[in-house]
């Protein structure tokens, strides 16, 4: 079973950064989706970053509310993906989960179980 543990939240103050890291039990290789969602209080989970690998290469999708200020990439070397997040906002505040699909028909999807991130004023 594919396992993903997200790390790297915290407090931090406005304007702050944080680095989340999003490792996985498996050879990450074998997704072609990943990326970051996030939940805050009251609200639906939202869309934050996604990398793609496709034979032609690498893409990168951000949503517009951290376009610019977050970054997101993958190291398939320690199966980890990661989500540097800089000129943090008080809401940025939210739990933070990583998803990842297999590349291999039916193309499961997978979810971690979150990591907490607080942005105070």
């Known amino acids: 079973q594919v396992q993903l543990v997200e790390s790297g939240g915290g407090l931090v103050q406005a304007g702050g950064s944080l680095r989340l890291s999003c490792a996985a039990s498996?050879?990450?290789?074998?997704?072609?989706?990943m990326g970051w969602f996030r939940q805050a209080p009251g609200k639906q989970r939202e869309f934050v970053a996604s990398?793609?690998?496709?034979?032609?290469?690498?893409?990168?999708n951000y949503a517009d509310s951290v376009k610019g200020r977050f970054t997101i990439s993958r190291e398939n070397a320690k199966n980890t993906m990661f989500l540097q997040m800089n000129s943090l906002k008080p809401e940025d505040t939210a739990v933070y989960y990583c998803?990842?699909?297999?590349?291999?028909?039916?193309?499961?999807?997978?979810w971690g179980p979150g990591t907490q991130v607080t942005v105070s004023h």
């Open positions: 498996t050879n990450i290789s074998t997704f072609n989706v």
């Open positions: 998803r990842a699909v297999l590349s291999f028909l039916p193309k499961p999807e997978y």
């Open positions: 990398i793609l690998t496709r034979t032609s290469g690498i893409s990168t």
